[in-house]
């Protein structure tokens, strides 16, 4: 019985004094829910992204080469055991309407694939040829909407339209890609102004190219694996090997095929070209083929004329002659009948043969009449029909003149063409003595755009909950000693009672303990359900103008429950043991007596009179009450100086993180934008780059360099690393600036046989001037370099390296691949520069500095929703402190401040004697929180 009536004395306890309890229980909900909330909210991050990621089924590889992906490289990938293939088209191109550039990734519904599967924010997807849903980036969804129609860019030297079975398309829809988690960036590309704006999704068969252009590939145990864990990385690590073997003797392959093929066409090429020269040659000889037999035509046709003028006058000849001989005869017979009719006598024999012979006379006029008749019409018709040859040989002669005059425009153009010929053949065979392997990449998610700075973003948040949640729990232990301490105090009387009523030293303990525990449990449970809920939704909000992610997944880390609630139960039953030790050391008649007051002691201020005498009575009293109280001073003083710790640490985190961009970009990285150049342009190519930047009189400065990306390694986990070698060491510094973190000192010139690193490489690396990294190139055998610099740096981790250093320890000459371009941003359009820029064939790419500052400053922006947590925090920490302090400084004194009220002290002095005090001890605790 008598522990039940202990128990509802407890219970009475908790009733009576609500203030006293709700400061503990505000203390450890604060502290728990901080704790608990930052704790989860990494993983909650990690969470929710890798649900996303599962839910669309975002690839765990990238494959893509130089050449596209044949049906034997998909056939290759389509090997690896556990995992599914996914081949799709792509391309970048222009957007008439609006000039922007677009990557249009093909899609077949029809395909059981569900690889990266799109998330529809309005609208649907293309289900017909002619449609096309865009990526639901601010760039389109300001620019077009659902029912408009796209144009592709045509007629243009990149020929776009090449690439597609038609270049109209009807938006149906707005889309989200796995792929692409950031909201804004996109990526690069080698047209238009040189910066994605965003994506675009059309059918299959709206696309003409022979090959495929990427395959994604994605794990079976992905599903079991959370995104970013080291299980993770591991697999996919394992994976990337895997493909990388698989196509290891592809390039070969590849190029020994398209040699052969290539060179097969060259060969057919001039075996065409011959064929043709032969026909040019053939339809010329039959030409003069055709001519001779005219002119022989002609003269055969001459011949004829003179032969049947001949005829004529051979034949008319002889019948003139006989006429005449006729005609003589006729005249003889008539003058013999003339001789016969004067004849005295008639003879009739004679004159009968007389007619006898004039008759046989006209009958041969008559003949030779019919003879002349007859010639007449023979030689008529061998005119006519030496006429009729001559027509043919005027129209065959026509016809030849024709036909020469097209043969003629003909053979012209044939020569073009052979010449044309000829040039490609030689180009042809140019390409081919230049003729390169094609490159396989194999690319994990940490190339996907914004995959792997959300994990930075979360290690953030994991960072800052290894370390700030320790003053609220060391807080709670020292506000929980100072709340326990009053209480057991101010029942001190009534332990001395239950000590005489015969209750062990367990009972009485018990009272405070349990008081402590269910102030504690209770604060712990909430915060735990507060923190788990409040924290990751507040900051994945703020991250979701960053990221195209769900809301948060929240979730009930158990293992950060028990750390927290032990945590603070330990916090407050240690301070309670504490306390509640003290006073039951001592027996039940001393704890019956009141407690002694404490000894006023002389304070170091009073061995100082010219000061302690200028003080008013207040003063004075308000004085030795801070440090006659020395316990209270001091949780006092650490309470606000743990406030104010958290909140200097939330401004100053806002504020480094605001210049750091400005740092970076303006005052490190002089240069507003980065070519990439094609190596293997020609030297006309190069030429004409070149050209075109002189002709920009805006552009200030330019500098060529050799940017690689690669690893570096100390023995242990390597680091990503950029490494840039200047061509002109001594120009570098009006490009970048190296100067070292500590004092800022510049080095205006890079050493000849040692390295400069960044900063934060060198931290994580753990290396210091003199000490030796590895570089791991892409292209080159592992190297050995010595650090010489340390330098300041904020985004990314850079090695920089003379020329002479480079070729020395990779073997190979120094091959520039980037210009750095200086100018200023105020005269100078980044989106014509970069269409200008682009259009050159020795570009390969543009990035603007712009760009890349605002993604790193979008970056550190949503890191001040953190700043707002931890201010919010602190500050309600403070409010707590100072409230549980002076509930107690009031409690401890209400007889002091009921006597000098009792003395006609006013109740704004009243109000005064007790806040001189805490505004002295909040200003120390201030100056202390500072430091």
């Not at 690590?237 to 493909?243: G, K, T, V």
């Amino acid at each position: 019985m008598k522990y039940k009536a202990h128990w509802k004395d407890i219970m009475r306890e908790i009733l009576r004094t609500k203030t006293r309890f709700l400061s503990i229980f505000a203390i450890i909900l604060i502290g728990v829910a901080f704790y608990a909330g930052l704790s989860a909210t990494g993983p909650v991050m990690v969470q929710t992204a890798d649900d996303y990621y599962q839910d669309q089924h975002l690839a765990d590889a990238h494959v893509f080469s130089t050449m596209g992906l044949e049906e034997e490289d998909r056939e290759l990938l389509s090997s690896v055991e556990n995992a599914s293939v996914e081949s799709l088209y792509r391309s970048d191109v222009v957007f008439e309407e609006t000039a922007m550039t677009a990557r249009l990734f093909s899609m077949n519904p029809a395909s059981d694939s569900e690889i990266n599967e799109y998330v529809v924010v309005e609208g649907r997807l293309p289900e017909t040829t002619g449609e096309i849903a865009l990526d639901n980036t601010a760039n389109f969804v300001e620019e077009y909407a659902i029912g408009d129609t796209i144009e592709i860019d045509t007629g243009t030297p990149d020929a776009f339209e090449e690439n597609f079975n038609q270049t109209t398309f009807e938006v149906t829809g707005f889309v989200n890609h796995p792929m692409f988690i950031e909201r804004v960036n996109r990526g690069n590309t080698q047209i238009g102004t040189g910066t994605l704006s965003g994506f675009g999704v059309i059918l299959e068969e709206d696309f003409d190219l022979e090959v495929y252009t990427d395959a994604f590939i994605r794990l079976d145990e992905s599903e079991e694996l959370e995104a970013y864990s080291e299980e993770y990385e591991a697999a996919v690590s394992e994976l990337s090997n895997e493909i990388e073997a698989l196509l290891a003797d592809r390039p070969s392959e590849r190029y020994d095929a398209l040699y052969q093929e290539i060179d097969d066409e060259i060969q057919e090429g001039y075996q065409e070209i011959e064929e043709a020269q032969q026909e040019l040659s053939d339809a010329e000889a039959q030409l003069t083929e055709a001519r001779e037999d005219m002119e022989e035509g002609y003269n055969q046709y001459e011949e004829g004329l003179e032969e049947l003028s001949n005829q004529e006058a051979s034949a008319r000849q002889e019948i003139a002659n006989q006429k005449s001989a006729l005609e003589a005869a006729l005249v003889d017979v008539n003058e013999a009948r003339q001789q016969l009719e004067a004849a005295p006598i008639e003879d009739p024999a004679a004159s009968a043969e007389i007619e006898a012979q004039a008759q046989e006379i006209e009958a041969g006029l008559q003949q030779l009449n019919q003879a002349e008749a007859e010639l007449n019409a023979e030689i008529e018709a061998g005119r006519n029909e030496l006429e009729a040859v001559r027509v043919e040989l005027e129209e065959a002669e026509q016809e030849l003149a024709e036909a020469k005059a097209e043969f003629e425009e003909e053979r012209i153009a044939a020569e073009e063409e052979i010449e044309e010929g000829l040039q490609d053949l030689e180009e042809a065979e140019t390409e081919l003595a230049d003729l390169e392997e094609p490159e396989y990449f194999v690319e994990d998610r940490s190339s996907f755009p914004g995959y792997s700075e959300f994990e930075d973003n979360a290690q953030r948040i994991n960072n800052i909950a290894r370390i700030f949640p320790v003053f609220f729990f060391l807080l709670a232990a020292l506000i929980s000693l100072t709340t326990m301490t009053r209480m057991v105090d101010e029942e001190r009387n009534q332990i001395g009672t239950l000590k005489a009523l015969g209750y062990s030293n367990f009972p009485i303990a018990m009272k405070y303990l349990v008081y402590a525990f269910v102030a504690t449990f209770t604060g712990s449970v909430i915060g735990l359900f507060l923190g788990y809920w409040l924290f990751p939704t507040v900051i994945m909000d703020a991250y979701s103008s960053l990221y195209n992610l769900p809301s948060a997944n929240t979730q009930f880390y158990w293992s950060y429950a028990i750390i927290a609630t032990i945590g603070a139960l330990l916090a407050t039953s240690l301070s309670t043991f504490i306390s509640v030790r003290l006073s039951l050391r001592s027996n039940a008649a001393t704890l019956l007596r009141p407690k002694a007051p404490k000894k006023g002691k002389r304070i170091f201020l009073e061995y100082m009179p010219f000061i302690w005498n200028r003080f008013s009575f207040t003063q004075k009293v308000a004085s030795r009450n801070l440090f006659r109280y020395k316990r209270r001073m001091l949780m006092t003083i650490f309470g606000i100086a743990g406030g104010t710790a958290l909140l200097l640490t939330g401004f100053g985190l806002s504020d480094s993180i605001s210049d750091i961009g400005d740092i970076q970009f303006g005052e490190i990285n002089l240069y507003q934008a980065i070519v990439s150049e094609n190596t293997n342009a020609s030297e006309a190519q190069v030429e004409s780059l070149e050209q075109t930047l002189s002709d920009i009189p805006e552009l200030d400065d330019t500098m060529q360099a050799r940017m690689e990306t690669g690893e570096a390694h100390t023995g242990g986990e390597g680091q990503n690393i950029n490494l840039l070698v200047p061509s002109d060491t001594e120009h570098m510094e009006d490009f970048v600036v190296l100067r070292d973190l500590d004092d800022e000192e510049r080095i205006h010139e890079l050493p000849v046989d040692q390295a400069i690193i960044t900063d934060k490489l060198s931290e994580l690396l753990d290396v210091s001037e003199g000490d030796t990294i590895e570089i791991d190139l892409n292209d080159t055998e592992n190297f050995e370099v010595e650090v010489a610099e340390i330098v300041e740096h904020y985004t990314q981790h850079y090695i920089y390296l003379s020329p002479q250093l480079y070729e020395t320890q990779t073997g190979q000459d120094l091959v520039l691949n980037t210009r750095l371009l200086k100018y200023d941003e105020e005269e100078v359009d980044d989106d014509e520069l970069g269409q200008i820029l682009t259009d050159e064939e020795a570009v390969q790419g543009v990035s603007f500095v712009t760009e890349v500052e605002s993604a790193f400053q979008d970056s550190m922006d949503s890191l001040d929703v953190v700043t707002i947590v931890l201010t919010v925090s602190a500050a309600s920490l403070a409010f707590v402190v100072l409230y549980n302090l002076t509930n107690i400084n009031v409690s401890e004194r209400i007889r002091e401040l009921s006597t000098i009220k009792v003395l006609g002290f006013f109740d704004k002095e009243v109000t005064m004697y007790v806040y001189r005090e805490n505004f002295v001890l909040t200003i120390m605790g201030i100056l202390a929180g500072f430091i």
